[in-house]
């Protein structure tokens, strides 16, 4: 330590005295307004979009509210931004202040042993060192006592601390907090963030849907937009951004394959059927979301209602032969059925269904008896239940409760997700006509574990695959069938199962 000494003593009562939990209070404080103000930043942006999109208004004055909107979305995200940054700092602040604190105390209470106080101990400590550096180069000197090793620790934290209060400061007086006249208003605020500054894309992370919806939510709103129009393909099946956005990203990229005369017959035909079946719905009034669209996989998954805000989620996997091309309609048939009976299950209750065909379902005779499709799909399923999962938290939505309902083959693939690393990020799973699992219920690692198997479902009662789900050694909860239901009937309307499934998915069914 170089430097007059003499204040030292004065500057460690100083720090012991310092208000410690007032500034907790505080950082505690700005990160309520920064929770607060995440959510209410998304649902800003979503008007945006939708204003934009011209689907509820148009003309002159939508597009005027929609620039506004935009505009607004815009500010919001800068002060979104700068909260964070100083958040971080402020945190930075505490933890320092903290250490600072009860060092200082340390060195005092220390100090109180020593004959001429903490301040001639660094001084003869100082002393000590330039003598012990000119005899010996590189020497350290002599070992700092007790007393005065906790002075220069205290006095070296609250220098830090006081560096991470200027950073935070900073970051504030960026958009005007720290000025003698900060921001008045909205117009005031407009005034310091540069809405027409070009847009820099960041690069796409490729880590797990947590990092990716961690950089997508960081973006503002118009370099989202940009990043959707330039990169559709790599942004489309991205799990860890909103469902929105793969929308977006999604129905580009069917706009360009039923477009263009280059796209191959048969990923053409699966476009116009993926295209058909949303007109259908959307013109039935049903919100749709293509969550996924890879003609080239034959895979594609399709939602009905907002995966981003539902309270409820469903998704149906389905097993053996099923294609987007030729079962896409009963699919969605399916998952409109199961929205339906959630409803009824739980009328106030916001659900989406979605038809999950995100893997490449067996089709020839050796596929069908094998584990190898569903171990991609089963990577496939956990990382779009965990994209799902990560970009609601991205933004500090609520959880949904989330539901995967396996049929056939689907149950294989719902078995190997849960086999990869980590929590299948599921409250429930339903089994339907499984021709059998590994291990048990528990080991699916989900809250709840359900099952359907009748007696007329040939399928069930094969175990090819393993344990049969409805035998009582596999430990799950048997739901309600018909004895001649057969294997494709368990979704079926006048079936007692299908109300059963509505009960699971809106979370008022008790397992056991």
């Known amino acids: 330590m170089s430097g007059p000494v003499a204040e030292h003593s004065a500057r460690l009562a100083a720090i012991a005295a310092w ?68 958040l971080t700092a402020f945190e930075r ?33 100082d002393r000590l060192a330039a003598a012990a550096v000119a005899l010996v180069p590189g020497a350290t000197g002599a070992s700092p006592g007790p007393a005065v090793a906790a002075a220069r620790d205290a006095l070296s934290h609250a220098a830090a601390a006081s560096a991470a209060a200027e950073r935070a400061g900073a970051a504030l007086a960026a958009v005007g907090a720290g000025d003698a006249f900060p921001p008045g208003d909205f117009a005031a605020l407009a005034a310091r963030v540069p809405l027409a500054d070009p847009v820099c894309l960041p690069p796409t992370p490729t880590g797990p849907p947590e990092e990716v919806a961690a950089w997508w939510a960081a973006l503002p709103l118009t370099a989202q937009l940009a990043a959707l129009r330039a ?11 909103p469902a929105w956005a793969r929308d977006l990203a999604n129905r580009q990229l069917l706009s360009t394959a039923l477009a263009s005369p280059t796209t191959p017959p048969a990923a053409a035909a699966t476009a116009r059927v993926v295209a058909r079946r949303i007109r259908a719905e959307e013109a039935a009034g049903r919100r749709v979301q293509l969550h996924l669209l890879d003609l080239t996989g034959d895979r594609a998954v399709l939602a009905l209602g907002d995966l981003d805000t539902a309270g409820a989620i469903a998704l149906l996997v389905p097993g053996i032969g099923n294609t987007p091309g030729d079962d896409l309609r009963g699919l969605v048939t399916d998952a409109r059925a199961v929205a339906d009976a959630a409803r009824t299950a739980d009328p106030r209750l916001p659900v989406a269904t979605a038809v999950w065909l995100g893997y490449d379902t067996p089709g020839s005779p050796r596929d069908v008896v094998s584990r190898a499709p569903a171990w991609a799909g089963g990577a496939a399923l956990a990382a779009s ?65 359900y099952d359907a198997a009748s007696p007329a ?55 056991g």
């Open 231 to 241: 990169e559709p393909v790599a942004l489309g099946g991205r799990d860890g951004l």
């Open 93 to 125: 602040l505490a933890g320092e202040a903290v250490a600072a604190q009860v060092l200082a105390g340390e060195a005092l209470a220390l100090a109180a042993a020593l004959p001429d106080g903490v301040d001639a101990a660094l001084r003869e400590t």
């Open 19 to 86: 208000e410690v939990s007032g500034l907790r209070r505080a950082v505690r404080s700005l990160a309520a307004v920064a929770d607060r103000l995440l959510p209410w930043r998304a649902r800003l942006e979503g008007v945006a979009r939708s204003l934009a999109s011209g689907e509820s208004w148009s003309g002159h004055a939508a597009g005027a509210a929609a620039a506004a909107a935009q505009e607004l979305a815009t500010v919001t995200w800068t002060v979104d931004a700068a909260l964070e940054e100083s």
């Open 385 to 449: 239940l965990a994209g799902l999962d990560a970009a609601r938290e991205a933004v500090a939505r609520p959880d949904a409760r989330t539901t995967v309902l396996g049929h056939s083959y689907g149950t294989v693939v719902v078995d190997e997700a849960a086999d990869v690393a980590g929590p299948l990020a599921a409250d429930a799973v339903v089994l339907l006509g499984s021709p059998g699992v590994e291990d048990d219920a528990a080991s699916l690692g989900v809250p709840e574990v």
């Open 457 to 511: 479902d040939l399928v069930a009662s094969l175990g090819w695959f393993g344990r049969t789900t409805g035998s009582p050694a596999y430990g799950s909860t048997g739901l309600p069938v018909d004895a001649d239901t057969g294997h494709s009937e368990y979704y079926d309307r006048d079936r007692p199962t299908l109300p059963a499934i509505g009960e699971v998915v809106a979370g008022v069914r008790t397992p």
